[in-house]
Nanobody, 126 residues
Framework: EVQLVESGGGLVQAGESLRLSCTASGFTFENYAIGWFRQAPGLEREGVSCISRSDGRRYYADSVKGRSSVSSDNAKNTVYLQINLLKPEDTGTYYC???????????????????WGQGTQVTVSS
């Protein structure tokens, strides 16, 4: 069974940075696409970033492009999302999710992802 555990969230001030971690277990961390999504109260879950080991590509939503970076440490089965210059509108619960298939490619659709973590809360104060 695939399991994902997020960590690294917290309460920060606007302008600061956070690095979120997503550690996976229960599958061979060789071929995957892992996406980061966030959800603010009352709003739909939205894609923030995605990394695919299949094609080596990384994707960022316009809202975080230029101030965020997604990376992976395959030896630790972990994907990271660093967001700099945090804004109050970055507040929300951040989830990682995985597409685990023969040739997984990134997607912005939550329906494409089969397993999700429990989320980590990020709160940015102004």
């Amino acid at each position: 069974e695939v399991q994902l555990v997020e960590s690294g969230g917290g309460l920060v001030q606007a302008g600061e940075s956070l690095r979120l971690s997503c550690t996976a277990s229960g599958f061979t961390f060789e071929n995957y696409a892992i996406g980061w999504f966030r959800q603010a109260p009352g709003l739909e879950r939205e894609g923030v970033s995605c990394i695919s080991r299949s094609d080596g590509r990384r994707y960022y939503a316009d809202s975080v492009k230029g101030r965020s970076s997604v990376s992976s440490d395959n030896a630790k089965n972990t994907v990271y999302l660093q967001i700099n210059l945090l804004k109050p509108e970055d507040t929300g619960t951040y989830y990682c999710a995985i597409i685990d298939s023969d040739y997984p490619l990134c997607s912005w659709s939550t329906l494409a992802f089969g397993s999700w973590g429990q989320g980590t809360q990020v709160t940015v104060s102004s």
